[in-house]
């Protein structure tokens, strides 16, 4: 991968306490696995931005290098990647994704 | 389209150990559950874990024979 599209998934993730890279938008997800992580944000009431892979080819096959992870959607929470819609599901289900998200948010 | 004893198998030579269900969606072979079940997991965070399956998968997935991917790991 070019440094270059490394530099701008890092500064994609940096900018914001959460941030989705999805297939389409919060409002018009165009796969069911990216809008499960976003129904289950929404569930949690949660502030998060989103960035559609689907606008830019670059960043769509970059960030599955970048995080050595094949499929989209990938949920970053301060930096660190947490996973894909089967993760989140888990974790949503056990309640560790509430717990891990308020903590983020509160430090 | 692999079918669920490729998918098995491909698996199996990552996870010798793994006892793998595999679940065919919709009937076209690409959209797939898949759960595996391996020793190898044992202390290994839900991320490595699905790594490790989706290297075992990882042609498939590059060249969209499976197109979704429902994935569920665990120790026995």
Redo the contacts between chains.
């Keep these: 991968m070019e440094p270059k599209t490394t530099k701008r998934i890092e500064s994609l993730i940096n900018a914001s306490p959460i941030i989705v890279f999805m297939k389409g938008t919060k409002l018009m997800p165009q796969c069911?696995?990216s809008n499960n992580v976003v129904q289950i944000l929404n569930a949690l009431g949660i502030n998060f931005e989103t960035f559609d892979v689907l606008s830019d080819e670059e960043i769509r096959q970059g960030i599955k290098e970048y995080s050595?992870?094949?499929?989209i959607p990938q949920v970053y929470v301060k930096g660190e990647?947490?996973?894909?819609?089967?993760?989140l599901i888990?974790?949503y289900n056990t309640g560790e994704l509430k717990e891990k998200l308020e903590i983020a948010l509160a430090s | 389209m692999p079918n669920s004893t490729d998918v098995s198998n491909a698996i199996q030579q990552v996870l010798p150990d793994a006892e793998v269900i595999v679940e065919d969606l919709n009937g076209t072979g690409d959209h797939l559950q898949v759960s595996v079940i391996s020793n190898a997991f044992k202390g290994l965070s839900?991320?490595r874990q699905?790594?490790l399956v989706?290297q075992a998968l990882?042609k498939e997935?590059?060249n969209e024979e499976i197109h979704?991917?429902?994935?569920?790991t665990s120790t026995p």
């Design positions: 069911g696995f050595s992870w094949p499929t990647f947490i996973g894909g819609s089967d993760i888990e974790m | 839900r991320i699905h790594q989706y990882n997935l590059a979704a991917l429902a994935l569920t």
